[in-house]
């Protein structure tokens, strides 16, 4: 068969089939809200020309209105309806990591309305690297404003059930297919100011920009002084599953001391204690490596959740390549940090 009929709660279940792909971009042109695969994360897609599905993102998600989307194109051409201007370093960096992780903020065009950009001047862009999402905005002829496909606060979805968990009822469709395979967000680069600035860390290390843009790039977390956030979504915990999650930091030593020590006196008391990604392992092999880390993460903490865990324990790894962008989630998810 072609296509599917099945439904979830009224969304529908679709392939990941060219007939059933154009089925999903038909639901995008009538204005619908589709989840479909990319190399970072499910997205949860609208014509990001339509102010009113783009709104019934917000909606489904749970999302503040003040958080921005992100809009994904097939087609390099495709930038001149999305961005304004584009600067001979946007080019550049779109020809060497595109399609790919990385998401580029730049001077929004007057086709793309404000809500996409929670009423921002600028809008963040991409090409993703997965031949269903690129299959989809090809057939829907428009670029699709999508944050990632999950209720607002919750992991961010990994696979077509991780969708289905947060988003069954509230959305027109998901397209079934293989996993996510990068598991972590884009890395954010705004390219409006004087230099480039690294707002979110993501699938693009720090150090691929640096090598490409021959340059230092700082990472802009919250401005100290002002206390607002450059990027707005960065105000908000992020990335939570149930439990609470604490971050254990310090030499390793002494992390495996502490967890052992909290693993003993939960379990004195009845209660279970669920290890992310630790020398003791049960999920993650802390020697994994950050790809390995990143791919699982979030999938991780959902089954963390389905074990019903009293509390969640995760150490803190090394920040070189995608390792910054994997302790950055780690950093949002954790209800609390402790340094040992
Ligand atoms: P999500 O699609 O859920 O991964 O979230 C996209 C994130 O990209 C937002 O939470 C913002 O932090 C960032 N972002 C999107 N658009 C802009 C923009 N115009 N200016 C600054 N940050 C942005
Ligand atoms: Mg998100």
């Known amino acids: 068969m072609s296509h599917s009929i099945l439904r979830n709660k009224g969304t529908l279940l679709l392939g990941d089939d060219k007939v059933s792909v154009i089925r999903a971009a038909r639901i995008i042109q009538n204005g619908g809200l589709v989840a479909f695969p990319t190399e970072t994360v499910y997205g949860l897609g609208a014509a990001a020309t339509d102010a009113q599905a783009v709104k019934r ?191 254990i930091a310090g030499p390793a030593k002494r992390r495996l001391l502490l967890i052992e020590s909290i693993v003993e006196s939960y379990r004195r008391q009845g209660l279970s204690v669920g290890l992310l990604n630790s020398a003791i392992q049960e999920y993650m092999p802390l020697k994994a490596g950050p790809e390995m880390l990143a791919a699982h993460l979030y999938d991780s903490l959902r089954q963390m959740d389905h074990r019903d865990v009293d509390l969640i324990l995760a150490e803190e790894t090394e920040i070189q390549g995608l390792g910054l962008a994997v302790m950055n989630r780690l950093r949002k998810a954790a209800t609390r940090i402790l340094k040992v």
């Not at 399609?99 to 309305?113: F, M, V």
């Not at 670029?143 to 009822?169: K, Q, Y």
Request: charged share 20%; aromatic share 4%; hydrophobic share 40%.
């Open 57 to 247: 993102i917000f909606k489904a998600k749970g999302r503040p209105s003040d958080n921005p989307l992100i809009v994904h194109i097939a087609d390099i051409e495709q930038l001149n309806a999305v961005v304004k201007t584009i600067s001979t370093r946007a080019f550049m960096l779109a020809e060497h990591f595109w399609p790919g992780p990385l998401s580029l903020i730049l001077p929004r065009a007057d086709k793309i309305p404000a809500v996409v950009s929670a009423g921002l001047p600028t809008v963040a862009v991409r090409m993703p690297d997965h031949q269903v999402a690129l299959d989809l905005i090809r057939a829907a002829k428009v670029p699709i404003a999508a944050p990632s496909a999950n209720r607002s606060g919750r992991p961010s979805p990994t696979s077509f059930r991780h969708v289905l968990e947060d988003l069954a009822g509230r959305i027109d469709a998901v397209i079934r297919s293989d996993t996510c395979p990068i598991g972590l967000e884009s890395t954010v680069l705004d390219l409006t100011g004087p230099r480039p600035v690294i707002l979110r860390p993501g699938g693009v290390s720090r150090e691929e920009l640096e090598a490409v843009l021959n340059c230092r790039v700082p990472i802009l977390g919250l401005n100290k002084v002002s206390g607002i956030p450059h990027s707005p979504g960065m105000k908000y915990r992020h990335y939570s599953p149930q439990a609470p999650l604490v971050l």
